[in-house]
């Protein structure tokens, strides 16, 4: 029986959980395939999917705290770039010590676009071109002087570094020198291309 005030049921509570997103606790795996903890809690069952199986590479995990501090970045500030289930998109969003205003930086990898299909698409990007680190091959675009990406192959997948900095600019190249610094600082960690 319903009433202004409230309703009435006969029996008692049964808690349940939604199988479409985790709780703090759950059967969600919270670490990545070498047992390191991600940075945060993810509520994602199937963050890891067949829309990010190219590379075993974890991104939000491939540098401890004290190396991202040396990179310049927050670790504290560590976010998820997944925003649903089973989204393509695997990795971390950190901001650079000093907060929104000191610019963020994006590490990810996803399926699509291949690095192949990547590496034809790049005539809406203002500036492109390629460098070599360690002997890999890394694409370097910006689509602004706000914002740079660097991107490399691991395994069968793109895996790429973004950066950017909205508030009291710094320059296209300086934003690109982020990307690729810090690019230097994990390709080493990721597993080889495959064809």
């Known amino acids: 029986m319903c009433m202004p005030s409230g309703c009435s049921v006969d029996g008692s509570p049964t808690a349940t959980v939604d199988s479409r997103v985790g709780v703090p606790g759950s059967s969600i795996r919270q670490t990545d395939a070498r047992g390191v903890a991600l940075p945060f809690v993810t509520p994602f069952p199937d963050r890891w999917s067949t829309n990010n199986d190219g590379t075993t590479y974890e991104p939000c995990t491939a540098l401890t705290d004290a190396e991202l501090g040396d990179a310049g970045l927050d670790p504290a500030t560590a976010m998820d770039v997944a925003v649903a289930n089973h989204q393509t998109a695997r990795g971390c969003i950190w901001y650079f010590h000093g907060g929104p205003d000191a610019g963020l930086l994006s590490h990810a990898t996803g399926n699509r ?11 809406w990007y203002e500036v492109s071109y390629d460098i070599s680190i360690k002997g890999r091959l890394v694409l370097v675009d910006s689509r602004d002087t706000t914002d740079c990406m660097a991107t490399v192959k ?11 900095k909205l508030f009291k600019p710094i320059g296209r190249e300086a934003v690109c020198q982020r990307a690729i610094d810090f690019m230097k ?10 064809s």
């Open 113 to 123: 676009p291949t690095f192949e299909q990547d590496m034809k698409d790049r005539g």
């Open 154 to 164: 691991s395994g069968k997948s793109p895996v790429i570094v973004g950066t950017s």
């Open 185 to 194: 600082r994990v390709i080493d960690r990721m597993p080889p291309p495959e």
